[in-house]
């Protein structure tokens, strides 16, 4: 032991909900989050009452655990997500702008019509909310997810503009290559139909060999020349 402290409280654990609970059951239980009594943090309790019904072990766990799931998922400059209960009471936030979720709570009761996304104004200024019920052992809990409107906007704005340029970047890097690949196609098939009217008006002599890039083209170009030779001798052995 490196230090002792001693410390006066009232604080009894077998008064503790999660001890009462614990000794009531034969298997571990968990409670609903709750604040705990000497830390000014929101967490939740395992407890598991040993074989004589009089101990208890438990295991404490901070609510922060939701931060990390989360942060990676959220704008933290203008998005603040927020894990509360039925009855508005906040377990767990993102952010420090418990304020923000105060007001929204306390303005609307009725958590069940943000499941589609709503601009609301809290605060003098626009909020995008959007909540979302989720079951836990118990009962039901709640996700909100506040966002700035303008921020939000202005980021979607702007993704919306890169899309645009990287459109227009491919595009001057696509047509180019499109075109070039088409007339390669299109040519020899115009100058096929050109060889198709020389044959029309009888003029074999002027009739060439057509040069195509692509094998069904130049199949064509080639049986055209074919024929266009056998029609020539035929005609000048009558």
Do not use: C
């Not at 589609?116 to 709640?142: H, M």
């Not at 491919?170 to 020899?188: D, T």
């Not at 115009?190 to 060999?209: A, F, M, S, T």
């Amino acid at each position: 032991i490196t230090s002792i402290k001693n410390e006066d409280t009232s604080y009894d654990p077998r008064k503790r909900p999660w001890y009462i609970k614990a000794i009531e059951h034969t298997s571990p239980i968990k409670t609903e989050p709750y604040k705990f009594y000497s830390i000014d943090s929101i967490g939740f309790t395992y407890a598991y009452a040993l074989e004589n019904r009089k101990n208890v072990i438990a295991l404490d766990l901070l609510s922060d655990y939701f931060k990390h799931i989360s942060i990676n998922h959220i704008e933290e400059d203008y998005m603040n997500l927020y894990l509360f209960n039925e009855d508005g009471v906040l377990i767990s936030s993102l952010t420090n702008k418990e304020d923000l979720f105060k007001e929204f709570s306390k303005k609307y009761r009725d958590f069940s019509e943000f499941y589609e996304a709503k601009i609301v104004e809290l605060n003098k200024n626009k909020y995008i909310i959007q909540t979302n019920k989720i079951k836990n052992d118990y009962d039901y809990n709640y996700i909100a997810i506040i966002s700035d409107y303008e921020k939000t906007i202005d980021e979607s704005l702007n993704q919306s503009l890169s899309l645009v340029l990287i459109f227009f970047l491919a595009s001057l890097i696509i047509f180019p290559i499109i075109i070039l690949f088409s007339n390669r196609i299109i040519n020899p098939i115009y100058e096929l139909v050109e060889q198709i009217n020389r044959v029309k008006d009888r003029n074999y002599e002027g009739v060439v060999d057509v040069k195509a890039s692509t094998l069904e083209v130049g199949i064509l170009a080639n049986s055209f020349s074919q024929m266009a030779n056998s029609i020539f001798k035929y005609q000048h052995s009558l």
